[in-house]
């Protein structure tokens, strides 16, 4: 096991931690943050064999400190989105919403509380703004919008041939995509959707109709999402999945093969992400 003037190499660690934070705000580290990981725990581990268990400790905790503490100064001082109002721990990192969410899992409640003390545009996370503004809602949707979707988008990955039209952040893939879609719901399209939507429609009002006495969420998980998803299926693919929501039926099959899982992975999720994110 090499000696090594610990201080030194210390210091070191600290300034290659400040020079790729550096680097790194320059990009979507989300496109290398895999990549990122597993070179740190490899760079970790040799550095445990080439310096011991406690030298590696040193090390690795002066890049962490350093990196951590360039990233707070940049978002509170620098980040472009640093003149917009919001608390503190929420420019300096996403865990603050975090937090919030994690006390009664009703983010929308204290979002809606940050709206009335800092106003209108909030921001509510490091690269995040939400904003209650009818009149950017062309800026940020329309046509001519220059607005990306955020990373969360990107889980499905950065391959726009790989994921849906939905998922996919790349403009050029996804208005060359945009142009079928549009066919199937021009206006002429549209009336051809009418009458098989009406039908629909009138079922899920008998299904309502028979259902008063029951709480709203367990009317919502048994009638309403599987009436959505019959509706999606008959607008995107053209197929009937009335399988979970026929006459007589009360949606079980829907809730028991898609509805428990989405209600089981979706909290979590939105314990840390949220719609839009600003790099």
């Avoid at 919030?100 to 009335?116: C, G, N, P, T």
């Avoid at 939400?130 to 990306?148: D, F, I, K, Q």
């Avoid at 009937?240 to 992975?265: I, M, Q, S, W």
């Amino acid at each position: 096991m090499e000696v090594i003037n610990l201080p030194q190499s210390a210091g070191a660690a600290a300034l290659l931690g400040v020079l790729f934070h550096f680097v790194v705000c320059q990009i979507e580290f989300e496109l290398v943050m895999f990549h990122f990981m597993v070179a740190f725990v490899l760079g970790a581990l040799g550095l445990v064999y080439a310096v011991g268990f406690l030298g590696a400790a040193v090390i690795v905790t002066s890049f962490n400190t350093a990196l951590l503490g360039s990233i707070g100064i940049y978002r509170l001082l620098f980040h472009r989105l640093r003149k917009f109002p919001g608390p503190v721990g929420a420019k300096i990192t996403k865990f603050h919403a975090t937090r919030l969410a994690a006390k009664d899992v009703q983010y929308y409640k204290e979002l809606a509380k940050m709206h009335e003390k800092y106003g209108d545009i909030v921001r509510t996370g490091p690269r995040e703004l939400s904003v209650l503004r009818p009149t950017a809602v062309s800026v940020l949707y329309g046509p001519n919008s220059e607005t990306r979707k955020s990373t969360w988008y990107g889980q499905t990955g950065n391959d726009p041939k790989k994921c849906s039209i939905h998922m996919t952040r790349n403009f050029e893939q996804h208005r060359a995509r945009r142009r079928a879609w549009d066919r199937g719901f021009s206006i002429k399209a549209l009336g051809t959707y009418e009458p098989r939507i009406k039908a629909k429609a009138d079922l899920f009002m008998k299904q309502i109709a028979k259902s008063t006495a029951e709480p709203m969420d367990i009317l919502i998980r048994r009638v309403q999402l599987p009436w959505e998803e019959s509706c999606a299926g008959e607008l995107a693919i053209a197929q009937n999945l009335d399988v979970a929501f026929a006459p007589g039926e009360t949606g079980e099959a829907f809730e028991k093969e898609f509805l428990d899982t989405f209600t089981v992975t979706l909290p979590p999720l939105q314990l840390v992400f949220t719609p839009r994110n600003v790099s």
